[in-house]
């Protein structure tokens, strides 16, 4: 199926420092989809990108979709310790049906 | 809007005894997932379903996993027999339609296999 890959893998940060966690595919991506788990959690949906060059903003969270529609990228500007959790993107399968995740980028925000 | 239900929440078996997992979806959603989730990793799609047809299981280790979601609601999914790197949580997802829309996940089964 679709593969999408995460970077980094990781990443920690002192409180107010900005986050950023790219997606890439190898091959043009019909939408991406970001979601968000707290440990302990389940996925919860952040939002989907659709269209090349995309930008969407939800408060302190900044999401892109690349020109080419193989990349995407989560920035996370001034972190709070509740943004604590994996961050993942999720993208459509070659059929155009399965919604694959990537591995997720880890956050852990110290105060 | 009651979210989408999944028991049981934890399950402990030994290797090659059977367990089954069940999901209720969100009610009118007609796409259903299962995922496995193991620690560390991100969620692996096992089975897409629409309504009671499969779209996509290429992931689905049919040797010893099953899905089927009679009628088009509720789903179960069975491992038969289980492997001690089954262990993992199993999540049940849907959402409205089979593409390009936002999928809601359960809380999940937390699966260990001894």
């Known amino acids: 199926g679709q593969q999408v890959m995460q970077i980094p893998q990781y990443q920690h940060v002192q409180e107010g420092e900005d986050f950023t966690t790219y997606c890439n595919s190898s091959?043009?991506?019909?939408?991406i989809q970001w979601y968000k788990q707290r440990p302990g959690g389940h996925p919860v949906f952040l939002i989907q990108?659709?269209?090349?060059?995309e930008v969407k903003k939800q408060k302190r969270l900044t999401f892109q979709f690349g020109e080419a529609k193989k990349n995407s990228s989560l920035h996370i500007t001034a972190t709070q310790t509740t943004d604590v959790g994996t961050y993942f993107c999720a993208a459509p399968g070659d059929s155009g049906y399965a919604l694959n995740f990537g591995k997720g980028t880890s956050l852990l925000v110290t105060p | 809007e009651a979210g989408v239900a999944q028991s049981p929440r934890y399950k402990i078996i030994e290797k090659r005894q059977s367990v089954a997992f069940w999901c209720n979806p969100i009610s009118g959603h007609a796409t259903l997932y299962w995922y496995q989730q193991i620690l560390g990793q991100g969620p692996k799609l096992l089975i897409q379903f629409q309504n009671n047809g499969v779209v996509d299981d290429s992931q689905l280790p049919k040797d010893r996993f099953s899905a089927e979601r009679l009628k088009g609601v509720d789903s179960t999914l069975k491992i038969q027999p289980a492997k001690l790197e089954d262990s993992a949580v199993y999540l049940c997802?849907?959402?409205?339609?089979?593409?390009?829309?936002?999928?809601?996940f359960g809380q999940g089964t937390r699966l260990t296999v001894v």
């Open positions: 997802a849907s959402s409205t339609g089979p593409r390009n829309t936002e999928a809601f």
């Open positions: 990108l659709v269209k090349s060059g």
């Open positions: 091959t043009t991506l019909s939408n």
